[in-house]
């Protein structure tokens, strides 16, 4: 319903840089079910903009449009001002788009390392064989620089907490995204220390310029984290408001839509 969009709150960022990522009337059905009513909304480098909403809202499946396991039914991507439309998700890895989902998708069997690189393990030789010490190395590398405490990264993932595992998750975003990670309620299983250090690591992804979409129900983390909060209700796009210029009460008024 275009009525309860915004067009001003589109353009509430003080940054001029150009958009990294813009959907534009992006509507999104499931045979009868409409997900996704109308949502236009524009991402830029280093900016960290919270999608909020009720459960059932349109949020898991908005990430799901941007980093290409569904296709809109309507509306336009533009990276980086083109046009685009992501075959699958590797497709959108490939453009430097990378999502950390609450279920993780870590390979528990698997290492540290080989998660870090899973579907892009460094090879060596005619054969190409393992470069496990590539790997391991790499990775060692990174964890150490994003202060990511976990035994070593020779452990097998399902005997990490479930903090180390998202540090894992995050730290696997951070290696392979150049532009945008789209983050779906990476904190919801944690504990606060935990999320403390996820979100240290979600300002570091932003220190590097990279655009960060990020599904939140804390509103303290919210505030905490956002430039800029984009609600929705029931597939509809309440709303943009810079973080600096709204509040939590209003917030939970464009959330459930009660004054
Ligand atoms: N693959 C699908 N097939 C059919 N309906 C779907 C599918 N995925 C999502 N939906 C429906 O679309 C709507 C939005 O779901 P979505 O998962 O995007 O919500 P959400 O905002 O992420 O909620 P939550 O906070 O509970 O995770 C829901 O009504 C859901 O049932
Ligand atoms: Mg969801």
């Known amino acids: 319903m275009s009525t309860m969009m915004e067009q001003s709150t589109q353009t509430a960022h003080s940054d001029a840089s150009p958009p990294l990522l813009s959907l534009n009337g992006i509507h999104k059905a499931f045979g009868g079910i409409v997900a996704i009513e109308e949502l236009s909304l524009d991402l830029h480098p280093g900016e960290i903009v919270a999608l909020v909403g009720d459960n059932g809202a349109g949020k898991s499946t908005l990430v799901k449009i941007i980093s290409g396991v569904h296709r809109p039914t309507a509306g336009t991507i533009r990276l980086e001002g083109r046009e685009t439309s992501f075959a699958d998700a590797s497709a959108a890895r490939a453009h430097g788009i990378e999502v950390v989902y609450q279920d993780l998708a870590l390979a528990d069997q698997q290492t540290v390392y080989m998660n870090m690189f899973l579907g892009r393990e460094l090879t060596h030789g005619p054969l190409r064989l393992l470069d496990r010490r590539r790997m391991i190395k790499d990775t060692e590398a990174l964890v ?95 709303g943009i408001r810079r973080t600096s210029e709204t509040d939590k009460n209003e917030t939970v008024s464009m959330i459930t839509g009660l004054h």
């Open 144 to 238: 150490q620089e994003l202060d990511v405490r976990i035994p070593s990264v020779r452990a097998t993932i399902r005997d990490l907490s479930g903090g180390q595992r998202q540090g894992v998750a995050i730290a696997r975003a951070t290696r392979w995204a150049s532009k945008l990670v789209l983050l779906d309620e990476p904190t919801a299983a944690l504990g606060v220390a935990e999320t403390a250090k996820v979100e240290k690591l979600i300002l570091a992804l932003k220190a590097r310029n990279i655009a960060i979409l990020i599904i939140s129900h804390s509103l303290d983390q919210v505030f905490r984290l956002s430039d800029r909060i984009c609600v929705l209700r029931r597939g509809q796009q309440i």
